[in-house]
């Protein structure tokens, strides 16, 4: 009862969110001073003391609610910042807090509509069907009996916020102080991040924008329904919106019982996700089971539109220049991308990331990606979180949440239809987002991209085989031959088109600007080209055939 007494006193809680970072902080300095030999088991000691430390901030966070609860939240987005077993304990981290009396609920409603709550309302169920660490939600009525859902900010939580956001300026003082993420993050950017997302969480008439612009974006979306706002009875504390019958959509028992189609549910939400994660514009970043709803009837309702990020349309054409980079072997690009989304800082070491990208992507390229299952994808997610934690990469905040959002979303996916084939699912949907907005000439830019991928990528390719060992060299030789017959073929089959074009100047020329070159020597030129040009087509082409039929063959 006494710190319950005690969170509303700003030294108290300043208090403790320090000194619990601060030992934090000395058994992280202690335990590397202590094990200078880093094997297998001072690799477990320390994956277990992470651990602790997590769950000692998971319990902290319950208890104190408030900023713990949601910059635990966040950082379980972050990889770029946190090992994965500090991330794992803090991914179980949810809104769970005791709901407060239901007087501080009516006292703030009342204050915010200027009138008592029997005005406007019929009744009120004073039992809160949810609380959480922002707002806690009541179920009401309307005079004319239309049943509602009433949202209200917690009692003092913008005051439990602001002694909050003290304690982490202090925190973030002495990470960048005393610890490498000084160098390696931008912890002034991060803190701006913390407090402008949670700010915005705070202030409900944002929920009411954010949600009046996902209702009219999918309005025509097929089998998803998002409820209507009460924008008159809404105020900065109070949300009203319509109240919707259902269960959470990762209720297996009620989808069996209303026989509900679950591959169709999935494919409603993988759809759902694709459009919001892939396409300019804002996405849901908190997509929980506890925010997607199911109606008896099939359809899918999403809820609480407080937390959402953004995908630039700028930041769109950057993710495509970064994989066209990727298919192309043109790791440059892949760079110049990540520094137009401000994934790198300034000292970042651009030749080590290359390095190290192109060998995470040919690592994978030569795997079978047909029998790419959950390990796999978790290995994956693994190495890219190592990767970035090497670097000094920072994900911006609405890279982070999306992250974050689509890692949610896989779980619930997997939940609802356990057999799901999000490679099958993803790769037309993804085929379809790399040709980009201009659809007349998104052919073209596809022929242009496979046939540039091999000539811009042979020097490359000659160098590595040049550079493999004997071992190296025998164990790549057939795909070796295959893939630099591949180049071959297409190279000269340019160089003579280019002759072909060349002979073609030379006519044309000779009789425009009657240069002293007779037309003969055009016309032979032209044809040598234009059989050379030939003959090295129609060959690419016979090795492609082959190479499709002998990959049949093998499958």
Request: zero cysteines; hydrophobic letters at 45%; a neutral charge.
């Amino acid at each position: 009862m006494a710190n319950k007494r005690f969170k509303y006193i700003s030294i108290y809680r300043v208090s403790v969110i320090v000194w619990m970072a601060t030992r934090f902080l000395l058994q992280i300095v202690w335990f590397q001073k202590t094990h200078r030999i880093w094997d297998e088991q001072t690799n477990k000691k320390w994956e277990a003391m992470l651990a602790r430390q997590a769950g000692e901030y998971r319990k902290k966070a319950i208890l104190l609610g408030g900023l713990l609860i949601k910059f635990g939240q966040f950082l379980s987005s972050r990889g770029d910042l946190l090992p994965s077993s500090f991330i794992k304990e803090l991914e179980g981290l949810v809104d769970r807090v005791e709901p407060t009396p239901f007087r501080y609920s009516k006292k703030t409603i009342e204050e915010d509509w200027g009138t008592s709550l029997d005005e406007l309302l019929a009744d009120i169920d004073e039992n809160a069907v949810a609380s959480a660490s922002i707002g806690e939600v009541y179920k009401a009525h309307l005079h004319d009996g239309t049943p509602v859902a009433v949202k209200v900010q917690r009692y003092r939580v913008a005051d439990i916020f602001r002694m909050d956001f003290k304690a982490l300026r202090i925190v973030f003082w002495m990470l960048g102080r005393f610890t490498k993420y000084g160098k390696k993050a931008d912890l002034k950017a991060l803190y701006k991040e913390v407090v402008m997302v949670i700010s915005n969480e705070l202030d409900f008439t944002m929920e009411l924008e954010n949600g009046n612009h996902f209702k009219k974006r999918f309005k025509d979306f097929p089998s998803l329904y998002i409820p209507e706002y009460y924008s008159d009875l809404s105020t900065r504390r109070v949300l009203v919106m319509e109240w919707i019958e259902g269960a959470k959509v990762t209720d297996i028992s009620f989808i069996k019982k209303h026989k509900i189609d679950r591959e169709k549910l999935a494919k409603v939400l993988f759809d759902l996700s694709i459009e919001q994660f892939l396409y300019a514009g804002m996405f849901h970043s908190d997509p929980h089971p506890g925010n997607l709803m199911l109606k008896s009837d099939g359809t899918l309702v999403v809820i609480d539109f407080g937390m959402v990020g953004e995908v630039k349309k700028e930041d769109a054409t950057s993710i495509r220049k970064m994989i066209q980079g990727f298919i192309l072997d043109d790791y440059d690009k892949v760079i110049e991308a990540l520094r137009e989304m401000e994934f790198l800082l300034q000292h970042a070491d651009t030749e080590k990331m290359k390095k190290l990208l192109k060998q995470t992507t040919k690592m994978y390229l030569e795997g079978d990606f047909n029998k790419l299952d959950a390990q796999m994808i978790t290995d994956i997610l693994e190495e890219v979180q190592e990767f970035v934690k090497e670097q000094p990469i920072q994900l911006p905040a609405d890279y982070a949440f999306l992250g974050r959002a689509t890692s949610i979303i896989s779980g619930v996916l997997i939940t609802v239809y356990p057999q799901v084939d999000l490679v099958q699912w993803g790769r037309p949907v993804i085929k379809e987002w790399m040709a980009g907005d201009d659809s007349n000439f998104s052919l073209y830019k596809e022929i242009a991209k496979e046939t540039a991928r091999p000539l811009l990528s042979l020097p490359r390719a000659l160098i590595e085989y040049l550079e493999d060992g004997d071992k190296e060299r025998e164990w790549q030789s057939h795909k070796q031959q295959n893939h630099l017959f591949h180049q071959y073929y297409l190279f000269y089959a340019l160089l003579f088109f280019f002759v072909f074009t060349t002979g073609g100047g030379v006519i044309g020329g000779t009789m425009v600007y009657s240069l002293p070159i007779p037309l003969w020597a055009g016309g032979f030129i032209a044809g040598i080209g234009a059989v050379g040009w030939i003959f090295f087509m129609l060959s690419h082409f016979r090795l492609l055939k082959q190479l499709q039929n002998n990959r049949g063959n093998i499958r």
